[in-house]
């Protein structure tokens, strides 16, 4: 049975600073991996997806990373903001399955 | 576009009273529809999906159903309500075509007293 582990559970940084998410998976049979963002009783929305084949995605000052292999995503944030805070998840879709599994989230302060 | 939505946005309901929460896709056509919830403190869990009109697909035994009336609707339904039925229950939604992408709708937070 898959399970997705993100570290730290929370975190807090001064704006500005780059900053490092991270997500590991136990089954790397895995079709993609996809990293959302979800503020205070919100619904989530999506940043990056990566496909299995992929090592890394970019969008703007997001950068996420693959490793298949060892069971493993970042999520780089550079230049923090304010408006980054909220809680980060990571989720992946395994092979043959409809279902993401998600994790339990990383909540990021970004203090101004 | 496409947008969906979830209502009601909150509910507080005591135990043993039923529920219907609904969810309603606008922009696409023939989608994969999913209901996953957020328990405090732990990830989201997928409870049921559909990939077209009454198909139902449960991921977890329940105490919650899942019925698909219409091709963009999607309804999460309890005859009786349990205190751990309490949580964030959120709709997505992914296009025949991207299967693997699902778009999540704002949630409905469920408190049950």
Sequence with gaps: ????????????????????????????????????????????????????SQREQTSGRLNASLDKSSGRSTLYIAASQPGDSATYLCAVRDTGRRALTFGSGTRLQVQP | SQTIHQWPATLVQPVGSPLSLECTVEGTSNPNLYWYRQAAGRGLQLLFYSVGIGQISSEVPQNLSASRPQDRQFILSSKKLLLSDSGFYLCAWSSRDRPYEQYFGPGTRLTVT
Excluded: H, M
């Design chain 1, 1 to 52: 049975k898959q399970e997705v582990t993100q570290i730290p559970a929370a975190l807090s940084v001064p704006e500005g600073e780059n900053l490092v998410l991270n997500c590991s998976f136990t089954d790397s049979a895995i079709y993609n991996l996809q990293w959302f963002r979800q503020d205070p009783g919100k619904g989530l929305t999506s940043l990056l997806l990566i496909q299995s």
